[in-house]
């Protein structure tokens, strides 16, 4: 832990000292260019010589002292006035110090021409870093606290994301195993293909369903696969529909988004209805644009035709995957429950 802290604190200390020069060697520069009719390196070397001096002896101390003492002990604890007392303090002590000590550098250690002592120079040299570094430190803390809270909110999303995916796997595989359960109650013929597609729906929602985007053909053809299963289990009890004029697309969306409104149609339809139980399903693409639409009779029971669990969790995943990009119409009227999705992918 100790090395850990001397470690970082060198790591900070090379890199501000590094900045500081780089600083000096562009003022020298700068200073050559404009003063100089002739550039030379000795010249050059001179002026450099005499930024790095001024910066680190009387332009560093009254920066880092704000930065790393006054701005955290009194700004960041909402003490203004002490702040603004000792500040006024600082700026004039150093503003003094500027006024009078640079002048007697240029002269006796560089050889300048002797200038007249200006404390009022200093107080405004003074003024002008204080702000500014202040702003900037001010500045910099805020992005970095901008980024932590951004980065706890996409860590939260991405926790929250993966629990409402995972509660929809449980909920279908659930569903899914009735049906094989009654089929082999039946001794069907079709029970071998039936267990295929459930391989293939399994594998789908296992592997495939780890990405947080996947083609939209594959959600189609889970869908198909599904509807295969429940027809072979509802076959008396009505229709079931499915007009897709999706040819050929390479749209990606958020895997199992569109068969929970399938799951609902047939949890609160087919599921209860003796007879003449409809689904109808209509999935287009158009530009950047996925429109789904379903709907379906129900027997209104005791508690009504609720929206259960698997909308709320889709609802919400909606909300979090696509904010501003989805439009969900939830719709019940008379026996009819429809549900019309609009995803709007980039």
Not at 42 to 62: K, S, V
Request: aromatic letters at 14%; a neutral charge; proline letters at 3%.
């Amino acid at each position: 832990m100790i090395r850990t802290f001397i470690y970082n604190n060198k790591k900070r200390f090379i890199t501000h000292v590094s900045i500081l020069l780089s600083i000096a060697v562009l003022f020298s520069l700068i200073l050559v260019i404009s003063l100089e009719s002739v550039f030379s390196f000795g010249i050059f070397f001179d002026y450099l010589l005499q930024a790095i001096t001024t910066i680190f002896l009387l332009l560093a101390p009254p920066i880092y002292l704000n930065i790393y003492w006054l701005i955290p002990r009194f700004i960041e604890q909402k003490k203004y006035f002490n702040y603004a007392v000792i500040v006024l303090v600082l700026i004039i002590v150093w503003g003094y110090v500027l006024g009078v000590v640079e002048p007697w550098m240029d002269e006796h250690w560089f050889n300048q021409p002797k200038q007249d002592s200006s404390m009022q120079t200093g107080v405004a040299v003074m003024i002008f870093i204080l702000i500014s570094t202040t702003l900037l430190y001010l500045s910099y803390k805020w992005y970095i606290q901008l980024s932590k809270i951004k980065q706890v909110e996409n860590d939260q999303l991405n926790l929250e994301l993966s629990s409402l995916k995972n509660q929809i796997n449980p909920h279908f595989f659930f569903n899914t195993l009735n049906n094989l359960y009654a089929l082999s109650l039946e001794k069907s013929d079709e029970t071998p293909s039936v267990i295929l597609k459930l391989s293939e729906m399994m594998r789908y929602t296992i592997y495939d369903c780890k990405e947080s985007k996947v083609s939209v053909m594959d959600e189609i053809t889970y869908l198909e696969n599904f509807i295969t299963l429940q027809k072979v289990r509802h076959h008396e009890r009505g229709l079931i529909t499915f007009k897709n004029e999706v040819v050929n697309s390479d749209m990606q969306i958020a895997p199992m988004i569109l068969i929970v409104f399938l799951e609902n149609a047939f949890k609160h339809g087919f599921d209860l209805i003796d007879k003449d139980a409809f689904i109808n399903l209509n999935l287009k693409i158009k530009k950047n644009t996925l429109h789904f639409y379903t709907e379906n009779n129900f027997i209104e029971i005791e508690n009504g035709h609720q929206i259960g669990i698997g909308l709320e969790n889709v609802k919400r995943r909606l909300s979090l995957i696509y904010p501003k990009t989805h439009e969900l119409e939830v719709i019940k009227s008379k026996n009819v429950f429809s549900v019309d999705l609009k995803l709007y992918v980039e």
